[in-house]
Structures are given as structure tokens and as C-alpha cells.
């Protein structure tokens, strides 16, 4: 697997245009979800591992930086880097472009995983805590510090 992982083109669908010609920024959620799944897989999570131990992931966080409308038509894909991690969650941040290049939105994140018995946050088993960590090993690029741990707020 690549890092940091990019994934598959993706295509605005035209029942995503909100009343103002570009995509719903509900979507941009959507386009970064379906990239995440599409590496879920590769670290050991998907739905055999849900099907298997009853867990999975829950997003407990998460905050979008729209940089550039997307139109219907556009193909786009999704680069996603690993911050951080423990035992029972972990920190990402993702990056949304055109296929002409350009930086469309931004993405971070806190992930837990969750018993869905509890349901209850519980550690990840050691097979998925050990490809996190060759995954962060692997990153030799890494997103702009700048763009990570951004707030909400009016600059005074």
C-alpha cells in the first residue's frame, strides 16, 4: 500500500449540486468517507472485521476546510496521512483533490474504535495497532503542519 494512501478517481454525482451550482458540503463528507473505506481494508478494518469481532470505527471529530468548489462532473481523489495514535483511537487528517491537481478540501479527524456491544470505545486488537504503525512509519511525506489542528474562530 502506498503512503500516504491515495484513493481511487471519484466523480461529483450531479444530485449533489446544492441551489448555488457547486457541491453540498454535506458531500465533501461523503468523498472523504468512501476514501477512507477504500482504506479500511488495508490496515485491517471493513466489514469482515465488523462481521468477525463486532467492532468498528465511530468518527468522534471532525472538521472540513472547503478551499475550492467541486462541480458536477469533477473527478477527484483523496490522500490520507496518520497523525497520531493509541490503543483506542486515532488521528487523521486527509486531503481532497481535483485530478488536475489542485487542493479542493481539507479534512481532520479523530476516530475511535468502538465495541458496538457497549457500545463502548476498546482497544484495538495488537494486529491493527501494529499496520497503524507501519503505516505511520511509512509516511515520508507529510501534510503542512499549518493545515493540522486548525480551530474555528474569528481572527481579531
Known amino acids: 500500500m502506498q503512503t500516504p494512501f491515495r484513493s481511487s478517481m471519484m466523480m461529483v454525482k450531479p444530485e449533489w449540486i446544492d441551489i448555488n451550482g457547486h457541491l453540498n458540503m454535506a458531500y465533501y463528507n461523503v468523498l472523504f ?31 472540513i476546510r472547503y478551499l475550492r468548489e467541486l462541480h458536477e462532473g469533477n473527478e477527484v481523489y483523496a490522500l490520507f496521512y496518520l497523525i497520531d495514535f493509541d490503543e483506542k483511537r486515532f488521528h487523521s487528517y486527509s486531503e481532497l483533490y481535483h485530478k488536475d491537481g489542485w487542493l ?39 501534510p503542512d503542519p499549518a493545515n493540522i489542528g486548525r480551530k474555528v474562530g474569528l481572527k481579531r
Open 33 to 63: 468517507d468512501e476514501s477512507v473505506d477504500e482504506l479500511y481494508p488495508h490496515i485491517g478494518f471493513g466489514e469482515a472485521y465488523i462481521k468477525e469481532t463486532g467492532c468498528t470505527t465511530y468518527v468522534a471529530e471532525w472538521h
Open 104 to 142: 479542493a478540501a481539507t479534512a481532520e479527524g479523530l476516530t475511535l474504535h468502538v465495541d458496538q456491544s457497549g457500545p463502548r470505545v476498546a482497544p484495538m486488537p495488537q494486529n491493527i495497532q501494529d499496520a497503524l504503525a507501519t503505516y505511520k512509519a511509512a509516511q515520508t511525506e507529510m
